[in-house]
């Protein structure tokens, strides 16, 4: 396909520059379709999602990685997204992007996936480009990301994203084998205006006692999380209320229930009683350097497996010495050949001697070298997804300013993925297939036994849809003798298609097991897979029997609750299954692979028990948030689950309940409805607010109490609240009275 000049690319002809501050994308007054994006609200919170939703992101490279960079920014929901390539389809690319079929072969990449990509999210406009990438074209993305450019064109373009007013955040990722590369740069000032994007710590003020450095002692029923150094701010305090308007306090000396504030306090008002504090999260400012200098002085490398504390700096020389190989001989090493190797190795170790002697200088370790040589020419699925979803991360955090970015680099590998010795040639030659560039990290051998496993993948939601695209681009179970079974009761809803990638909105309402397995086989024809719609539970062992769990290589966990993991934990482990666990919480995740007579199973350690309030002081005297919505559940529970069951009760034997002291006539109904009503009103909530009101001293201590507790005036209106509990047991009981009539 052609180039299309810059003035025919139809996203520059109509999109204008959304504003920035200090470098954020600013989305306005932007609608967020809150069905849609449910779960990434609560993570980022509404601002974010704005931010998101006013950026344009430009993609140059659809490869592997790149598509899924761009998948993840599309569901994440930007505004516009360019998907930038000018090179042609090949056979071998099907090994690592999902989104190209044989059909495909001759056209552009960016154009043969535009529109599947435009399938994930109606609300973002997806382009495709293969123009050329001049200053003025760049100038109208939030964020560049390049996935398959030479070092030379990634410095160019780096420069004008670096010298933007304001500068535009540039992100570079290499894949290449089981080996990647990710370099960052969102400028000279860049603001994080929330480093770890978790909510503030705070505590209910017990006391505080005023002098230099003033004492503050909080409730002692939670430890505080406040350390040395951090800040925080007051408020509702009484007495003291030159606390409350106070700007951000530097606190010191920091223990499980107290802390000194470094401030004077002594001519302040008496405390006398109440009071928050909440932590104070500073913004962090971060100065980057471009790329050309990040080569020479790289600072830091990010680290995500201490046992390879030296492989990061050899890395750092390794891929640019492979770039000066294939600037050089137009191709990249070929696998498992020595001397293609030996070239690159004497690459790798002159960059090592240009450093100088010292501390600084780079141990070259030869063996690792050799791997990367080998499997450079390969891009394999595993590694493409992993990096699109880190850089994914990394676009979202440029746009918000929310959780600290990559600064600046991050080099990782796995190599001990590959085969301990490197192969013989003829391992790693070519079928002339979608498999080749696997075939050339792993060897033949290695892509057979993928062919031919048997796996059981437990749930077909986020990680679930993730998996089955990685099946199928892998390969696995696509060789005559293997199969995968996938098993999941929930069926699609809307709030599923923002992170549930192979879903679409025409399939809201159906089984989620099904349109997975369909949509993986359109990704790969030549995958084996039974879907299911069967909860895996002792209740149906009759569907998953010896036979069943005999007859599988592995196990893979993509659940979103804990008794399910444990129990499939306990089957693994009764037939010596491997099992692959794995989790996600917000931006956190977790993975644990679980090898028979090897490692720890999943069921072997458990997380300790979640805190829980004593149901004393729920009932009687409830002064945090956690105790009221504690007391909301155990209410909500008596309304809603013990009322139908007595009802329930009543339905399956009326006499019965009548001789225990039921109700059967409709004045009775109501009577009781009224008494339930009367001991929630005043008994419960009366009855403690009373007791326990500011201006009473005389219970047990209660100035004591009242000390840290807000004041009842703050309450919502909780007879408003309570109106709606007379009529639902009213309800309940009304409706086992007609039923039985």
């Not at 389809?89 to 690592?96: C, F, I, M, Q």
């Not at 230099?212 to 029923?221: E, G, K, M």
């Not at 305090?237 to 499980?256: Q, R, T």
């Not at 201490?306 to 090493?333: I, R």
Request: aromatic content about 8%; overall charge negative; hydrophobic content about 40%.
């Amino acid at each position: 396909m052609s180039k299309r000049k810059l003035s025919e690319d139809p996203l520059l002809d109509q999109a204008k520059k959304t504003k920035m501050d200090n470098g954020v994308a600013d989305g306005g007054n932007v609608e967020i379709d809150e069905n849609l994006h449910s779960r990434q609200l609560a993570v980022y919170g509404r601002e974010v999602m704005r931010r998101m939703a006013g950026a344009s992101v430009l993609v140059s490279g659809a490869n592997g990685v790149g598509v899924e960079i761009a998948k993840n920014v599309i569901l994440a929901g930007v505004r516009a997204l360019t998907i930038h390539d000018q090179k042609s389809v090949e056979l071998r690319d099907l090994s690592a992007q999902f989104y190209l079929t044989e059909e495909d072969v001759g056209q552009n990449r960016a154009e043969a996936c535009k529109e599947k990509l435009q399938e994930l999210n109606n609300a973002v406009a997806v382009s495709a480009s293969s123009a050329e990438l001049t200053p003025e074209y760049l100038n109208q993305f939030q964020v560049v990301v390049l996935t398959d450019a030479s070092l030379a064109e990634s410095k160019r373009i780096n420069e004008v994203c670096h010298n933007s007013q304001p500068a535009i955040p540039f992100i570079r990722v290499e894949t290449r084998g089981v080996f990647a590369s990710v370099f960052t740069d969102f400028g000279q000032e860049f603001t994080v205006y929330d480093v770890d994007g978790e909510e503030p710590h705070s505590g209910i003020v017990a006391s505080i006692e005023a002098g230099n450095p003033a004492l503050v002692t909080c409730v002692d029923d939670e430890r505080l999380q406040f350390q040395d150094g951090q800040l925080v701010t007051f408020s509702e305090v009484v007495g003291m209320e030159e606390l409350n308007n106070h700007k951000p306090i530097k606190i010191k000396n920091c223990k499980a229930h107290s802390f000194e504030l470094d401030l004077d306090t002594s001519k302040f008002g008496e405390y006398l009683r109440g009071g928050i504090v909440t932590q104070h999260k500073e913004h962090k400012q971060l100065s980057f350097k471009p790329l050309s200098e990040a080569l020479e002085n790289p600072g830091e490398f990010l680290l995500s497996d201490f046992s390879k504390l030296e492989n990061s700096p050899q890395l750092h020389l390794a891929f640019q010495a492979l770039d000066a190989y294939q600037s050089e001989t137009g191709s990249l090493p070929r696998p498992g050949v020595p001397e293609d190797a030996d070239k690159l190795l004497g690459l790798v170790q002159e960059l090592s001697s240009k450093q100088g002697g010292g501390e600084n200088k780079v141990e070259v370790d030869e063996k690792l070298i050799r791997k990367f040589a080998s499997g450079s020419s390969g891009e394999v699925n595993p590694m493409a997804a992993m990096f699109g979803g880190f850089v994914g991360q990394e676009v979202v955090k440029a746009l918000s300013g929310k959780f600290h970015p990559l600064y600046q680099w991050f080099y990782f590998d796995s190599a001990e993925s590959m085969p301990e010795e490197i192969l013989a040639p003829a391992e790693y030659e070519p079928l002339s297939s979608r498999y080749d560039p696997q075939i050339a990290v792993f060897g033949r051998t290695i892509q057979q036994q993928l062919e031919s496993l048997k796996l059981f993948l437990v749930g077909a939601g986020a990680l679930g849809c993730e998996f089955l695209k990685n099946f199928a681009m892998m390969g696995i179970a696509c060789g005559e003798q293997g199969v995968v079974t996938v098993t999941d009761d929930d069926v699609i809803e809307k709030s599923n298609l923002s992170r549930q990638f192979l879903f679409r909105n025409w399939h809201i309402g159906s089984s989620k097991s099904t349109v997975a397995s369909d949509a993986a086989r359109k990704l790969n024809p030549a995958l084996h897979i039974n879907a299911l719609q069967n909860r895996v539970s002792p209740e149906t062992e009759n569907v998953f029997n010896d036979a069943f769990w005999d007859g599988l290589d592995m196990v893979v966990n993509a659940l979103d609750n804990v008794n399910a993991r444990l129990y499939v934990d306990s089957r693994c482990v009764y037939y010596c299954k491997p099992l692959l666990e794995s989790g996600t919480l917000g931006a956190k995740c977790n993975t644990q692979m679980v090898v028979p007579r090897m490692t720890e199973n999943y069921g072997a350690s458990r997380d300790p028990p979640e805190k829980s309030a004593p149901m004393c002081t729920v009932h009687s005297f409830p002064h945090n948030i956690d105790h009221c919505l504690t007391w909301a559940r155990s209410e909500l529970e008596g309304l809603l689950e013990k009322g139908p069951s007595e009802a329930n009760t009543f339905l399956a034997d009326p006499n019965k309940y009548i001789g225990e002291g039921g109700v059967c006539v409709l004045e009775d109904v109501w009577r009781e409805a009224h008494i339930q009503f009367h001991f929630q009103l005043t008994q419960q909530l009366d009855g403690t607010l009373t007791n326990f009101s500011q201006s009473k001293g005389t219970v047990t201590d209660t100035a004591t109490l009242t000390r840290h507790t807000r004041p009842h005036e703050r309450v919502p209106d909780h007879r408003a609240l309570l109106a709606a509990s007379g009529p639902v047991a009213a309800g309940t009981l009304l409706v086992a009275w007609r039923v039985a009539q």
